[in-house]
């Protein structure tokens, strides 16, 4: 077997339909690439696994009863794989036809290769930022923080986003965005699996670092695009996301520099998110757009008891 792609899925089914359709449809234009399609859906309560009973009779289904995470689902979804490379690709994609092959004939031709990455787009057809470096102590506290919102050009998200390397050139990375990572597997067997102690975010990016710690080099190529809606899994728990997210940040400071700067990190993070709850009840409380002034104070509150 050539290729085994893994799709993680929770309650996103129209979306599921629609990626795994354009999975079958580049199948058919590579009929030379063997490839198996593997779902592993976290407990959906919308019927996705009946769907793809249904529909995709084809595709291999592995129903959890239990939210396995970004994390679990790959790991288990590797464990059934046959392919000598996994694709890890999220259901809110859709596969452009020549982008399996592309990215495969990619591998097959840089043995030093670990892991590729496609050019990732917007629905509209706009590049989607998808190359990282690997994160410093600056862009811990810079990225996707208060600090980032008031000064989003600084120096350390310019670094961290590798605003320096113009995203339609192949070249090398430190990471790659989850949505979409073809790995070869004798990278996956060296690097191991994923950390299922991130559950959902910095989980790539902690892999990413350990295969590099191994020897591999991690590409990214825009010749072979896919499209991602991205996030319409999380963007159905507001606060969960957002507690998820700083939780894995705090585990990946932890780990990769040590419990003094996850202190400090996480006293920053407490007293941001708490200048951001004093902001909205203010604004709750002369009036201003209540409903979604008492939505964020609810969000806010959540996070804060979390940290």
Not at 19 to 46: F, K, M, R, Y
Not at 49 to 72: C, T
Not at 204 to 210: I, L, P, Q, S, V
Not at 280 to 291: D, N
């Amino acid at each position: 077997m050539d290729l085994s792609v893994i799709i993680v899925n929770w309650n996103v089914k129209d979306l599921l339909r629609a990626c795994l359709q354009s999975l079958l449809d580049a199948c058919q234009s590579t009929p030379n690439l063997t490839t198996e399609i593997i779902v592993v859906d976290s407990a959906s309560a919308d019927d996705s696994p009946q769907m793809v009973r249904d529909e995709f009779p084809q595709v291999r289904l592995i129903a959890s009863e239990q939210n396995l995470g970004y994390a679990g689902g790959n790991n288990t979804g590797v464990e059934a794989a046959q392919g000598r490379y996994l694709f890890l690709l999220n259901p809110d994609t859709v596969v452009k036809p020549d982008a399996l092959a592309k990215l495969v004939d990619f591998m097959d031709a840089h043995p030093s290769a670990g892991a590729v990455g496609p050019q990732l787009l917007w629905p509209n057809g706009d590049i989607q930022s998808s190359r990282r470096r690997f994160p410093t102590l600056g862009s811990l506290f810079w990225e996707s923080t208060l600090l980032g919102q008031w000064f989003p050009h600084n120096r350390h998200i310019r670094r961290y986003h590798m605003a320096d390397c113009p995203p339609d050139r192949p070249q090398q990375a430190n990471w790659l965005v989850g949505a979409a990572i073809l790995i070869r597997r004798e990278t996956w067997l060296q690097a191991g699996p994923i950390d299922e102690t991130f559950f959902m975010y910095f989980e790539e990016t902690d892999w990413f670092r350990r295969s590099a710690e191994a020897g591999w080099e991690i590409h990214y190529l825009p010749a072979a695009q896919i499209t991602h809606y991205e996030g319409k899994s999380s963007e159905q728990v507001v606060a969960a996301r957002t507690i998820r997210f700083q939780r894995s940040k705090l585990r990946y400071t932890r780990k990769h520099f040590g419990s003094g700067w996850t202190a400090a990190l996480r006293l920053f993070l407490r007293a941001t998110f708490a200048f951001q709850w004093l902001e909205e009840t203010v604004k709750w409380l002369i009036g201003h757009r209540r409903a979604l002034r008492r939505e964020r104070m609810s969000v806010y509150s959540q996070v804060l008891r979390e940290l």
